[in-house]
Structures are given as structure tokens and as C-alpha cells.
């Protein structure tokens, strides 16, 4: 096997070009705007909370996965929440908790809130949603659906 060598140019920056963020650290002329708001999770699934935020950053929202209510209620504070997620498999009581939290405050309330569960724990869906959860699905559903769920939030 032989191998190759290219001598690439490398040009020199002018120092005149102002630097910019641009959308995924690649340049495609168009600025980085700030996100019209972000998707809160409470989730504990490492490949989930990705799989949300990737979904989230096409849709120029930003994403906060935590699988703990506290660190999602300070989020809810600071930051401009659009929705709610809650996976109720992993994360059943601190779900309730949180929900007694966003309940109790009056700009939270209308928030909406949506939450899956598997199959096997389908008996939580109706105590999520008397709970305070606007919408419980199953995990496939909710997979199923992810980006239209997200693109809906971010009109």
C-alpha cells in the first residue's frame, strides 16, 4: 500500500473577519441565534436526555435534562421553559414531586407537561395525568413522535 501526500494551502486569517459562533461549530454563513426557549427534562437515561437535546437543538430550542426535581425546578426558574418532559419509569417520585412544585406556582401552571412510561408500568399513566402531566404516553409513542412533540413547542 502507498500512501499519499498532499500539500494543502493553509491561508492566512485576515485580521479584519470578525470571529462568530456558527450553528454546529461549522461555517454555513448563517450566525448562531440565542434558542426561542428550552425543553426541560426529567429524565435518567444518558442516550434519552441525547436523544431529546439533539431533537431540541434542530428545532433552535435549547434542553436541560436532570434527573433529579430539584435541579429541574431552579431550571424552571431561570430559564424560559416551553415544555416538560417526565419519564415515569425512572423517575416516579421525583415526577410527582416535581409536579407538586410546577402546580403550586402560578406561572408554571399552564406549562404544558408531558411524560412516557413503558408497558409494563402503564398503570402510572392516570395518576400522572391527576397528577398534573397534560399528556402520558408509551416510551414507542413517545420515540415515535419525539420531533413532532418538539417542533410543535418551538412555533
Known amino acids: 500500500m502507498r500512501s499519499t501526500q498532499f500539500d494543502i494551502p493553509v ?7 470578525t470571529r462568530q459562533t456558527f ?9 448562531l441565534t ?19 437535546s439533539k431533537v431540541a437543538h434542530n428545532c433552535h430550542l435549547a434542553s436541560h435534562n436532570s434527573d433529579r426535581a430539584e435541579l429541574l425546578w431552579k431550571a424552571l426558574q431561570q430559564e424560559r421553559p416551553v415544555m416538560v418532559l417526565i419519564d415515569w419509569d425512572t423517575c416516579e417520585c421525583e415526577g410527582f414531586r416535581l409536579l407538586e412544585m410546577m402546580r403550586g406556582d402560578e406561572t408554571l401552571r399552564k406549562l404544558p407537561v408531558m411524560g ?3 408497558q409494563k408500568k402503564a398503570d402510572l399513566k392516570p395518576l400522572a395525568q391527576r397528577a398534573g ?3 402520558v404516553l ?6 415515535n413522535q419525539l420531533e413532532n412533540l418538539i417542533a410543535r413547542c418551538s412555533l
Not at 491561508?11 to 473577519?17: A, K, T, V
Open 11 to 17: 491561508l492566512p486569517r485576515s485580521p479584519s473577519r
Open 23 to 31: 450553528f454546529r461549530g461549522q461555517d454555513h454563513g448563517v450566525p
Open 34 to 52: 440565542p434558542p426561542a426557549g428550552t425543553i426541560l427534562g426529567l429524565l435518567s437515561g444518558v442516550s434519552l436526555a441525547a436523544r431529546i
Open 116 to 118: 412516557f412510561v413503558s
Open 133 to 135: 402531566c397534560d399528556r
Open 138 to 143: 408509551t416510551k414507542t409513542e413517545f420515540m
